[in-house]
């Protein structure tokens, strides 16, 4: 690496912000984001209205409609992050992009503006979400804001490293309504049904370590296990607790958040791992 290799890195994480903040996509994908976080606050609304009851659990409701709200977001993360990099290919200015930089010079700037935004889109959810929510119950029965500033923070980690495994699928499938429709299609329906194969298993082999145990490891439900540990820890420790965890994520013998969140980490760090080795190499003549 010659002496002036990072500051043309620079030059090229300068050019690929640009070009992101010039156009609407990034904002307009905060759009859903928002509806999201309002959505949140109107279903607090309407438990505590049709079952009075339910303030006694408001706060760990609260955290559960974030927690759910986070997951969401992180799908529209990984859909901005495979926009981020096929848009590339469909406008034909990835070969401009190329002359401003190395291949992976330019995949790396896109990795980190595809997380940064979409750990922006989680920050949006984590400060706007108990915000609204504690607006509906009137500021009573709020969790506590060390547990909302542990999942807020969470779920930031999770949409960022999702942002980025969009950017290595938009790179790997250049067509771009296909990276999108993957990244969404897989974490919406597809990991469900791949977990829902490796727990039939478990039910006719009967060894959970070997195929239910597997869906922890997913990387959508990783995300999620790390996010849902929050309000599944309010609600109270125990079998019933660790039951409530296996029924959110969608898992079965769930490891610790932390551990989830390295998994999620190892699967972003392989996908943009893959996606350095197959951008380096496609012909963009």
């Known amino acids: 690496m010659t002496v002036g290799a990072p500051h043309r890195w620079l030059a090229v994480l300068h050019a690929e912000i640009r070009r992101t903040l010039s156009v609407r996509l990034w904002w307009l994908m905060l759009i859903p984001v928002l509806l999201l976080a309002l959505a949140m606050s109107l279903f607090g609304s309407l438990i505590t209205l049709l079952v ?17 709200t986070l997951s969401m977001t992180a799908v529209v993360g990984a859909a901005f992050g495979a926009l981020l990099a096929a848009g590339e290919f469909r406008h034909r200015t990835v070969t401009l992009a190329y002359l401003t930089g190395a291949r992976t010079q330019v995949l790396a700037a896109k990795v980190v503006v595809g997380a940064v935004v979409a750990g922006f889109y989680g920050l949006v959810v984590a400060l706007l979400g ?55 299609g897989y974490l919406l329906l597809g990991e469900n049904m791949i977990a829902g194969a490796l727990r039939a298993g478990e039910s006719s082999f009967g060894d959970p370590s070997v195929f239910a145990r597997l869906t922890s490891f997913l990387p959508g439900n990783a995300g ?17 607790a660790r039951m409530v965890l296996e029924f959110l994520a969608g898992v079965s013998a769930p490891p610790p958040g932390w551990v989830a969140l390295l998994v999620l980490l190892g699967w972003a760090a392989a996908g943009i791992a893959l996606a350095v080795v197959v951008g380096g190499r496609r012909d963009i003549t």
């Open 52 to 68: 009075p009851a339910a303030t006694e659990t408001s706060s760990i409701l609260l955290l559960t409609g974030m927690a759910s």
């Open 130 to 184: 108990p915000l609204l929510g504690g607006a509906v119950l009137g500021g009573q029965q709020l969790p506590g804001w060390g547990q909302l500033a542990g999942l807020g923070a969470v779920g930031v980690l999770v949409c960022a490293m999702w942002g980025g495994l969009g950017v290595a699928l938009g790179t790997l499938v250049p067509n771009q309504a296909g990276a999108v429709a993957l990244a969404v």
């Open 224 to 240: 999620d296990l790390a996010l849902y540990e929050a309000p599944v820890q309010a609600a109270g420790a125990g079998t019933d």
